[in-house]
């Protein structure tokens, strides 16, 4: 069981900066790979960013590869997606999660979820 509590959205301008935060409960933070989703109005919850617990191998979707950066600090049982060059279409409710399973790419693949954070772009 791990609980997960995002943090850090908001309303920024296109081109700007943002950084989200998600804290884990527990003592087995690092066994799990730690994802980022994301979910607009009327879509399904897209992948976004993941990290690796093996060797902290990170991977990301097409739409975001080069703009945001997933990190994790072990010994604050913390997973950061740090998201540059912001555009509209990023607007969405961002999701944290664990999962069992290394790169880890589909939701069903991950196990636990915090409850969301908004973050709004404006144009």
């Known amino acids: 069981q791990v609980q997960l509590v995002e943090s850090g959205g908001g309303l920024v301008q296109a081109g700007g900066s943002l950084r989200v935060s998600c804290a884990a409960s527990?003592?087995?933070?690092?066994?799990?790979?730690m994802g980022w989703f994301r979910q607009a109005p009327g879509k399904e919850r897209e992948f976004v960013a993941g990290?690796?617990?093996?060797?902290?191998?990170?991977y990301y979707s097409d739409s975001v590869q080069g703009r945001f950066t997933i990190s994790r600090d072990n010994a604050k049982n913390t997973v950061y997606l740090q998201m540059n060059s912001l555009k509209p279409e990023d607007t969405a409710v961002y999701y944290c999660a664990a999962s069992h399973y290394e790169r880890a790419r589909t939701t069903t693949l991950y196990a636990y979820w915090g409850q969301g954070t908004q973050v709004t772009v404006s144009s």
């Open positions: 527990g003592r087995t933070f690092s066994s799990y790979t």
């Open positions: 990290i690796s617990f093996n060797y902290g191998i990170t």
